[in-house]
């Protein structure tokens, strides 16, 4: 009885939280705008009213409306996928460091967890943050300004330092020496180069769009026709509405005269 409560009311929060996107203040705003704009050009007010073939407009609508949802739809995978082979790399790279101590004295499983902490706390960063602070731009060495506020910036140095600390540990911690050190840990290199080659595309998806001029057209077209179809609407109220005084003239007539004939 517990967990079918539980799933009933995260059900309902669920729900709520659909609902709240929906009637955020722009749709909110969009929707009182259509309302306006049908009552400004009504028989009552400015009486303009036009027949418009909606077949056209819905098809000029539907379809780049749907390519950007699909497209969007897709980068998102793209970015999990990504997300998904960039945590499975930094966990095996981790796991190297720990289990590659022959020494037994578990210095390099200490030296990785203040390097990977921090990779950590960067990445959750670059992703949860605003995405207009997580825009790269060039370093400027000279005063070690890192250029905007992306965390970009300190995950590859989070790298940089854990690639260091590789290479220290094949010599120091791994037991090997020179070119052996190298080879040894061989496999720990291509862990490096899979988890920052995943980082690149999941920093792709995050600073990239859809094209702009398919964003702007859908943004124009979606916010246009809420004003300019309100007398297609007129004209569809006033031609599709239901008149008594016309459509039903002579039914009583005709409900009397069966009566009286039964």
Excluded at 72 to 87: H, T, V, W, Y
Excluded at 143 to 156: L, M, P, V
Excluded at 160 to 165: K, P, T
Aim: aromatic content about 12%; charged content about 20%; proline content about 2%.
């Amino acid at each position: 009885m517990g967990a079918h409560y539980v799933e009933f009311v995260e059900a309902w929060k669920l729900f709520g939280r659909g609902l709240a996107f929906m009637g955020n203040w722009h749709t909110l705003f969009m929707g009182l705008l259509t309302v306006l704009s049908i009552f400004i050009v009504s028989e009552k007010m400015l009486n303009i009213s036009f027949k418009v073939e909606f077949t056209i407009f819905a098809a000029g609508c539907i379809f780049p409306t749907t390519f950007s949802a699909s497209n969007a739809f897709s980068r998102r995978e793209k970015a999990i996928q990504d997300l998904g082979k960039l945590k499975a790399n930094i966990i095996a790279l981790f796991h190297h460091f720990i289990f590659f101590d022959i020494g037994g004295k578990s210095e390099a499983a200490a030296e990785a967890k203040t390097l990977f902490g921090p990779l950590v706390d960067h990445i959750e960063m670059y992703c949860r943050n605003d995405k207009s602070t997580q825009v790269c731009t060039i370093v400027d060495a000279r005063d070690g300004e890192r250029g905007a506020e992306s965390a970009a910036h300190y995950i590859y140095d989070d790298f940089v330092m854990i690639c260091q600390a590789l290479q220290d540990a094949g010599t120091k911690h791994f037991g090997h020496s020179g070119q052996k050190a190298v080879e040894n840990t061989n496999r720990s290199w291509n862990y490096v180069h899979d988890a920052i080659a995943s980082l690149e595309g999941l920093r792709s998806v995050r600073t990239t769009s859809t094209p702009l001029g398919l964003r702007i057209f859908c943004h124009f077209l979606l916010h246009s026709s809420c004003i300019l179809l309100a007398p297609f609407w007129v004209h569809y109220c006033s031609t599709e509405r239901i008149k008594p005084a016309s459509e039903f003239a002579g039914l009583g007539e005709d409900i009397q005269m069966a009566d009286g004939g039964g």
